[in-house]
Structure formats: C-alpha cells, structure tokens
C-alpha cells in the first residue's frame, strides 16, 4: 500500500461523475418475490433497510413501503444479531441460515469505515474483519466444503494502516474472492456477484469518521450521492433481476 495508489487524476474524477449521474435501473412492474427467501445483512439501517423495502414491495407488488411490518402482513421478517468483529456471532448467524428450507438470495451488505487502526476482538484490523473476513466466512458458513480464505496478517498490522486506503483495500479484497469463487462454484449452483451501490447518501456509513471529513463528504453527498432508494435498487438488480450472466462479476451503475 502506497501513497500514490490514492492519487486521484481527471480521468477518476470523470468516472465518478458519469458513475454518480448513472440512469437507475429500477424494477419493472411485474416483477415479484412473493415465497423466496433472502438474507440481508447490515439491515437495521442506510442501504441495508432500503433494500428491504424493495424486497418487501416486490413480495407485495406495492409501491409505498414506510411501516414494513403493518405494510406486508404475509411477509415473514426475521431479525437476527449478528456481530461480524466476532467469528463466533458469524458462525451462529450462518448456522441459523443453515435451519432455513430454502435461500434464494443472500445480500451481504453490512459494512463499517474507521478512521483509526483498531483490532477486533479477533485480533483483525475492523475494517479488514467486517468487510471481508466475516463477509466471506459468512459465505464459507452457510456453504461448507466450498474452500477457504489464507490468512492475510499484513492488514492487521498498524505499521499498514492507512486511513484513507483502509477502507477501499477492504472491499477490494472482495474483488479478488468473487473472482476466485466464482471458479469454484457452479453457476447453476449459486450465482455470485458484487455490486458497488455508488456513492449513496443518508446512510450511517461516516459514523466514526471525523467531523471534518464527513462534512466535506456530506456536502458531496449531497449533491451528487444516490437516494437510497436508488442506491438499494442496485442490489435488486444483481440479486433478483440478473441471471447467470453477473456470475463472477462486478456489478456498478446497474451494469456489469
Ligand atoms: N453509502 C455509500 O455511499 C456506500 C458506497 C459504496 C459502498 N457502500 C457499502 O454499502 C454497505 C452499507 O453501507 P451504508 O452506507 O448503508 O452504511 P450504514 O448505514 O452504516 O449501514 C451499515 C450496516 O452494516 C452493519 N454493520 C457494521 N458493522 C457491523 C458489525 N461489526 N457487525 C454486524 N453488522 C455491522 C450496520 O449495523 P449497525 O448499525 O448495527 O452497526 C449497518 O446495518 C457497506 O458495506 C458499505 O461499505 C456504501
């Protein structure tokens, strides 16, 4: 990890925006959930509880979705805890997921940006452990037998850490394990993609991020970040809309 990989040149800024001002594909009418199974992780809130929504609108074919529970009646909603800075909330999380007849449809969304170096109760750097290991062991869990992940300490060491590089690194490891899984698994098996929702605003992803920098973030967000009504629709396109053809790939701006 380098200080130059976080050089941002024109032509970034350029993606960004066409990114940023991207079309939203939104489900067409017609388009239904009714009697599949889901599982939504970080759902309690920002993209996660967005998403929800629109699973539950597709259940019921409803435009307005505000009060879920009193809204959609026949759907059944389960809230379970899950705590990703811990493996053993992980595994019983999954095992949890295991007891379920069927799984259409796993969105593993819960995600967190620190702004310092702190270890988990694991020992992981926070945002390495959340956004990947626990993703990832999350998958391993509820599809045993699948393979496995190395161990990789470098990002556990507070000599690596860097705030700003952190945080993307995390996901970007994400990257390389779809890639990888995507070889393993068969497609008629389990479709695995990743999605980048953009740059959505009204989440609660700055929390621990300092004052400063989130007011520049919030002024951006404000003008040019997605709803999160639009930003959700993203994980609606790969999870229900798209087929086998995302297998392995990278879903951005509802495109492959
Ligand atoms: N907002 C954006 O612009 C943007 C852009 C690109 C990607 N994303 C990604 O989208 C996902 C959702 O982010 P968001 O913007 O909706 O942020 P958010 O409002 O902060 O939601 C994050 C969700 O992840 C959960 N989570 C965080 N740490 C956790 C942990 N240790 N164990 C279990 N759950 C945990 C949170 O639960 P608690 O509230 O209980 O902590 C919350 O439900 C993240 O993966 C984020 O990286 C967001």
């Not at 009418?29 to 992780?41: D, E, F, M, Y």
């Not at 694991?122 to 393979?147: A, C, D």
Request: charge should be neutral; hydrophobic fraction near 40%.
């Amino acid at each position: 990890m380098t200080s130059k990989s976080s050089d941002l040149g024109f032509g970034d800024g350029y993606h960004f925006f066409r990114s940023q001002l991207a079309k939203p594909v939104l489900p067409p009418n017609g388009i239904s959930v009714t009697g599949q199974t889901a599982i939504l992780t970080g759902s309690n809130t920002g993209l996660g509880f967005a998403c929800a929504k629109w699973l539950l609108e597709l259940n019921a074919g409803e435009a307005d979705a505000t009060e879920l529970h009193k809204k959609h009646e026949g759907a059944q909603i389960d809230i379970w805890q899950l705590g990703m800075l811990s493996y053993k909330s992980v595994q019983n999380f999954a095992a949890k997921c295991r007891t379920l007849e069927g799984l259409d449809m796993a969105i593993l969304n819960a995600g967190v940006i620190e702004q310092s170096f702190q270890l988990s109760p694991q020992g992981h750097e926070k945002m390495f452990q959340v956004n990947y290991l626990s993703t990832v062991l999350i998958y391993f869990t509820k599809f045993p037998n699948r393979g496995s992940d190395p161990f990789l300490s470098t990002f556990d060491d507070k000599a690596n850490f860097n705030t700003s590089e952190q945080y993307p690194t995390s996901k970007i490891l994400a990257h390389f394990w779809i890639l990888k899984l995507a070889e393993k698994v068969k497609k008629e098996y389990v479709i695995v993609n990743l999605v980048d929702p953009g740059l959505v605003k009204g989440t609660e992803i700055n929390r621990a991020v300092n004052h400063i920098i989130k007011m520049i973030f919030d002024i951006v967000m404000w003008g040019l970040g997605r709803t999160m009504r639009n930003g959700s629709s993203t994980y609606i396109d790969a999870a229900v809309l798209r087929d086998e053809e995302t297998h392995g790939s990278y879903l951005m701006d509802w495109k492959i």
